[in-house]
């Protein structure tokens, strides 16, 4: 199995609204990743837990807060976006971060109004 | 700075008609060399890991390949199916995340 489960699959939102992104893999991996990916771009890092702590924060702005309960999931807390912050959120998982085979979710679609 | 770079930007290929993109990297220590398929609206799919020059993937039509300089993807004879994104990315000796090229946009026609 190597899926990566992210919910909703699309998501609309105020700029005054509160809302979640959640991912979930069940590889056994220790490393999971939130990337940001605008059209006809690359995916762009955002974040990195290894082996539930955060290791990287790519100087993201504030009104994104990720959080990993446990080895298996992660969140993406989502607070006063604007709408420059409309894209498709993508979630990942590696066994660790010395390799980075990774495999993504489908993406969460998120368009701010 | 470590840096990855694919060319061509764009590519439209007639069904069975063979062609190689290019993925060009300047990597401190490559750890690894990785290509992924996104299809629009969709997440990356992994389909390949290249670890050390000279080595070589297959998967059905396509093919990777790696130098020190530079990593090429062979399609083979390809079907409209194939038409994707496809995304090369680059880990360096100390880093723990993915350097991503821009990608080539591949449309094959029947």
């Known amino acids: 199995d190597t899926e990566v489960t992210q919910t909703p699959k699309h998501l609309v939102m105020g700029m005054t609204n509160k809302k979640s992104l959640k991912c979930e893999q069940h590889m056994g991996h220790r490393a999971m990743y939130w990337y940001k990916q605008k059209a006809k771009k690359p995916p762009e890092l955002m974040f990195v837990y290894s082996y539930e702590k955060l290791s990287i924060n790519e100087s993201v702005p504030s009104r994104f807060s990720p959080e990993c309960p446990n080895s298996s999931l992660l969140n993406l807390h989502l607070h006063a976006l604007q709408p420059e912050d409309s894209a498709l959120y993508l979630c990942?998982?590696?066994?660790?971060?010395?390799?980075?085979?990774?495999?993504f979710g489908q993406g969460t679609r998120l368009t701010v109004v | 700075e470590d840096q990855v770079t694919q060319s061509p930007e764009a590519l439209r290929l007639q069904e069975g008609e063979s062609s190689s993109l290019n993925c060009s990297y300047t990597v401190s220590g490559l750890r690894g060399l990785f290509w992924y398929r996104q299809d629009p609206g969709k997440g990356p799919e992994f389909l390949f890991t290249l670890y050390s020059a000279g080595e070589e993937k297959e998967k059905e039509r396509l093919k990777a390949t790696l130098t020190k300089k530079e990593s090429f993807l062979h399609i083979t004879a390809p079907k409209p199916e194939d038409s994707a994104t496809y995304l090369c990315?680059?880990?360096?000796?100390?880093?723990?995340?993915?350097?991503f090229g821009k990608g080539t946009t591949l449309s094959v026609s029947s």
């Open positions: 990942a998982s590696s066994q660790g971060t010395r390799e980075l085979k990774a495999f």
């Open positions: 990315a680059a880990q360096n000796q100390a880093g723990t995340a993915l350097i």
